[in-house]
């Protein structure tokens, strides 16, 4: 009848329809609900064909995102794999992508955090222009500083490598075949040198009943050794500490919380060698510096002819320095503060604290903290006879007059020492001091 006859007449245009548009063709079958239309060669694939190649290791990228149709060289655009591959296949094909883009000249990604740019050949420096020294603490050749300039790559997240062989940080001063070789020889751990059985250090530490077998016969290196901690770490790394800690520091050469190594990091105080390149001390502020720069930064002692406390802080923030090593010196030091501190005071005290609006109203910088606005506001210098900190007037006085920091320490001379001192009446000398200018003014 002829509701068939239109049933049959619409069945065959169906089949046309499905036979023109989603036949594959590779396979020829006629796939209605897994047909792929590839828009740049208009060919018509199946799934299932298409499929093999987008997936494949063994096949280069490139490849992979070529039609797969006989003789056709067009690509396979990236939104249509993604139609066809599940996430994880698809994050490995884009993955193979950015691959395939580095392996083109010109481009470099980051071993840290996969980032791409493209390269940039630096300057070739001078030995003279450029202070960086090689691993092993010798200076650059002009070789190794042109290499450094070509292959040497630093990302914005810190990461510092080689280019050729990923290594990092960057090996200064030795090319990738030198460095292999280099790193899989011992070295002092001081000093970075190559260590042989001729240069090894074979005096016993004074810790120990045993010899460090990583530092070499230097007479810098072996008076590091014997101020340095004996033990390993659990972490297999030699301590960075020193002799006589109850607990060892962080290891330094393991990541930190930022995923930071900060063996290889300047100290902040000598700026001129890393941590892990002598016997390190991790302060109470948790901030590391040489065992060594830190007692000479407190030996040093103030700047100028008047008496500062600065060098008790550390150089990062500001807090107090302590540690256990430190504590004869720092002891000796707090002593001379408490006793100014002390002198200050009672100072203070004459001027009435009562009425000083910076210490009694609050948000002002010295609210409640009479003791720190009385060594900010007071100078007070060491006499150069007795040894003992005298008053010098206020600080504003001494800074009109220049803190000179190339000043006589022989013209420091409190009121007591002073030839020409007459003693006050009511304070004696206790209270004189002598402003320390070439009038030699005396006050009580």
Avoid at 48 to 69: E, G, K, N
Avoid at 332 to 354: G, M, P
């Amino acid at each position: 009848n002829s509701a068939n006859w239109v049933k049959l007449q619409d069945d065959a245009e169906l089949q046309q329809l499905l036979k023109r548009e989603a036949t594959c063709r590779i396979c020829q079958r006629i796939v209605a609900d897994g047909i792929v239309h590839l828009e740049d060669c208009d060919h018509l694939v199946c799934r299932d064909c298409l499929m093999p190649s987008l997936t494949s290791l063994a096949l280069p990228y490139h490849s992979r995102i070529t039609c797969p149709v006989a003789e056709c060289e067009m690509s396979v655009a990236m939104f249509v794999c993604k139609t066809v591959l599940n996430p994880v296949e698809f994050d490995e094909l884009d993955r193979a992508g950015l691959d395939a883009i580095l392996g083109e000249d010109g481009f470099i990604r980051c071993p840290s955090c996969a980032m791409i740019f493209g390269k940039q050949v630096g300057d070739v420096l001078q030995p003279e222009q450029d202070p960086v020294k090689a691993i092993n603490g010798s200076d650059m050749s002009s070789v190794a500083l042109r290499l450094r300039a070509e292959h040497r790559y630093k990302c914005n997240c810190g990461c510092e490598w080689c280019d050729l062989c990923d290594t990092v940080p960057y090996h200064n001063g030795f090319d990738c075949s030198q460095f292999k070789t280099y790193s899989t020889s011992k070295v002092c751990r001081f000093c970075s040198v190559r260590l042989t059985d001729a240069n090894k250090e074979k005096r016993k530490t004074r810790s120990s009943n045993h010899f460090l077998d990583d530092v070499c016969n230097s007479t810098e290196c072996g008076a590091k050794a014997r101020r340095s901690c004996t033990k390993t770490l659990d972490c297999r790394h030699s301590c960075t500490g020193v002799v006589g800690e109850d607990v060892c520091p962080p290891c330094l050469r393991c990541p930190d919380a930022q995923n930071q190594i900060m063996a290889d990091d300047f100290c902040n105080i000598c700026w001129v060698d890393t941590l892990a390149s002598s016997p390190s001390i991790r302060l109470g502020c948790g901030h590391s510096f040489h065992e060594s720069c830190t007692i000479a930064k407190i030996g040093k002692r103030w700047t100028g002819s008047r008496i500062s406390f600065g060098y008790l802080t550390c150089p990062l923030c500001q807090q107090e320095i302590e540690h256990p090593s430190l504590g004869h010196l720092i002891r000796q030091e707090n002593e001379l503060k408490e006793k100014i501190t002390d002198l200050a005071i009672i100072r203070l005290e004459l001027d009435d604290i009562s009425t000083i609006d910076e210490i009694t109203e609050p948000g002002r910088k010295y609210y409640q903290r009479p003791k720190q606005y009385a060594l900010d506001k007071f100078a007070y210098y060491l006499c150069f006879r007795c040894q003992k900190p005298y008053f010098g007037g206020r600080r504003q006085c001494d800074d009109v007059l220049g803190n000179n920091q190339r000043f006589n320490a022989e013209e420091l001379v409190c009121g007591a020492c002073s030839s020409n001192t007459e003693r006050c009446r009511k304070h004696g000398t206790d209270f004189m001091f002598v402003l320390p200018t070439r009038f030699d003014l005396e006050f009580c």
